[in-house]
């Protein structure tokens, strides 16, 4: 026989859950402006502290504005240069480089003072300064030449009384620089060449006083030591001074000769 079915079980239903009921919405209440709370009091501003010093890498603190006073003295100062500055002062300007142009001139600069010139020109200086100036370089311009012959007519001059010297005629060296003298003037260098010319021609008294001194002829002495004194050579003055004793020896020894009785 067959066994009989086994029951199966069957799940209960599972419950739908139910919504809950919702609250009923309130009303939107809007809320009232709260005012402001009043401000609270100012303090007094303290004191502030002192700077402290800037240090490296850090922003510099700003710069104080200037004061009324700065303004003022730096106004005073801009107006006292323009005073000094002014106008007016350029005649005195002109004047002073005329007194320099003129100095070049008598330094023989002519080149300098003429280009001073042009400048004052072209710079419509006053007219009687720039006449003063004309007049000064074209004085000077007579004398800068008249300068320059003189230096060629010196160097001229020193080579042929050296040469007369050293041919032994001192006489003709003397004779080229009277010459020189009597259009150029004298001068240190002149007075300097004039003492060697006259050494040379005493020498040649000297010289002659030496020959007659050999010969014993004391009148020939005599007038060679006279001719060189009248140069008044200090240079000679010790060959002059053996010579004069040498004449007095000569003269006693003259006088011994002819002294009577004997």
Known sequence: MAPPPVPVPVAP????????????LKPVVTPKP???APAAPVAAPSKAPPAKP????SVPPPRPPVRLRTWIAAAVVLTGIWF????????ASVAEQVEAATALAAQCDL???RSALAVLKSAKAPAAQIKRLQTNITKSTTACDKQQQRAQAWTALQDSVNQALDGGKPELAATRLAIYVKRWGDDPDTLELDAKVKVAQASVQLDAADACLAKGDRVCLESSLIAAERYKRPE???RTQTLRTALSQLLERSLLDTAPGQ
């Not at 239903?13 to 009923?24: G, H, K, L, S």
């Not at 000094?84 to 005649?91: E, G, H, L, S, V």
């Open 34 to 36: 709260v005012p402001p």
């Open 111 to 113: 080149d300098g003072a």
């Open 13 to 24: 239903p599972i419950p739908v859950p139910t919504p809950a009921p919702q609250p009923a």
């Open 54 to 57: 800037a240090v490296k890498g």
């Open 236 to 238: 000679l003055a010790a």
């Open 84 to 91: 000094y500055n002014k106008p007016a002062d350029k005649p």
